[in-house]
C-alpha cells in the first residue's frame, strides 16, 4: 500500500487501500459534518466496535476492571493526553 494525497492505494494505483483517517479525525468530522454530539461520536468510535469485536468486557467505556485507555481532547477534539494502561503516553 502507499499513500498519495492523502489516500491510500494499492501500488499500482489500481484501487483503493483503506483509510488513512484517523480517530480524532473521525471524531471531529461526525461532530461537525454529521451533527453528532461529542458523546455520540466518541460512543460510535469506542463502545460500538468494541461490542463488535467481542472485546467490550475490557475496552470501549471507561468503568471498574476496564483497561485504563482513555484519550483526553478539546471541544474541537485536539488531543491532549493519551493514556494506555494507566500509563501517559502522550
Keep these: 500500500m502507499i499513500v498519495e494525497d492523502g489516500v491510500a492505494k494499492l501500488p499500482d ?3 483503493f487501500a483503506g483509510s488513512v483517517a484517523t480517530a480524532d479525525r473521525l471524531v ?3 461532530v461537525t459534518m454529521g451533527g453528532c454530539s461529542i458523546p455520540q461520536a466518541v460512543k460510535m468510535i469506542t463502545e460500538n466496535p468494541a461490542k463488535i469485536m467481542g472485546i467490550s ?5 471507561i468503568a471498574p476492571g476496564k ?3 482513555i484519550v483526553i481532547f478539546d471541544d474541537g477534539v ?3 493526553r493519551t493514556i494506555v494502561n494507566g500509563n501517559v503516553i502522550y
Excluded: C, L
Excluded at 57 to 61: C, M, V
Design 13 to 15: 494505483r489500481s484501487a
Design 28 to 30: 471531529r468530522t461526525m
Design 57 to 61: 468486557d475490557r475496552k470501549g467505556s
Design 67 to 69: 483497561d485504563a485507555d
Design 78 to 80: 485536539n488531543i491532549g
